[in-house]
T-cell receptor
């Protein structure tokens, strides 16, 4: 199994450009999450999804959008990139939302906005 | 103040040393995770704890719910253990995630 696959691994954007960070999992997990990790800060939850067609905001959703048309895919969209969105982005998934379930993380996307 | 505090922030050890990383949290939790992030950036889940102690190879994780404290121990440390170790808790409601800023461990041969 591939687990959680994120693409691209690296990207440089100009201010105002848009892009989509892809995340796919092949474990039939219902729950998927997007986090960002900034230097010296803990991971922050951007958006999460509890199943196909259902998404909800996390702690830092501004400037981002998500969709969940299938169980496998959970893309994160940046519409107007800003330097404040320079970060490392991690996608994760879990089978259930039960707090005691385990989580699988993708390998991350390092995004720089210049 | 972060809901999750880790100490130390940075740790350098000689190969073979016993290592302890601490995590304290200020919220009620339903579970605590220890994550490992390697220099390449990927994150791996090491442990999920809701009580007591878990052991996997040379790694041991303990949690004291009353004291709101968890520790991650590495016995007989090895250079390949060099990574950032992150403590993460899930709040009582089950939909709040809090992450520590990580402990950067370097094990020198």
């Amino acid at each position: 199994n591939a687990g959680v696959t994120q693409t691209p691994k690296f990207r440089i954007l100009k201010i105002g450009q848009s892009m989509t960070l892809q995340c796919a999992q092949d474990m039939n997990h219902n729950y998927m999450y997007w986090y960002r990790q900034d230097p010296g800060m803990g991971l922050k939850l951007i958006y999460y999804s509890v199943g196909a067609g259902i998404t909800d905001k996390g702690e830092v959703p501004n400037g981002y959008n998500v969709s969940r048309s299938t169980t496998e895919d959970f893309p994160l969209r940046l519409e107007l990139a800003a330097p404040s969105q320079t970060s490392v982005y991690f996608c994760a998934s879990s089978y259930s939302y039960h707090p005691r379930t385990d989580y699988t993380f993708g390998s991350g996307t390092r995004l720089t906005v210049v | 103040k972060n809901e999750v505090e880790q100490s130390p922030q940075n740790l350098t050890a000689q190969e073979g040393e016993f290592i302890t990383i601490n995590c304290s949290y200020s919220v009620g939790i339903s579970a605590l995770h220890w994550l490992q992030q390697h220099p390449g950036g990927g994150i791996v889940s090491l442990f999920m704890l809701s009580s007591g102690k878990k052991k996997h190879g040379r790694l041991i994780a303990t949690i004291n719910i009353q004291e709101k404290h968890s520790s991650l121990h590495i016995t007989a440390s090895h250079p390949r253990d060099s990574a950032v170790y992150i403590c993460a808790v899930i709040g009582n409601t089950g939909n709040q995630f809090y992450f520590g800023t990580g402990t950067s461990l370097t094990v020198i041969p």
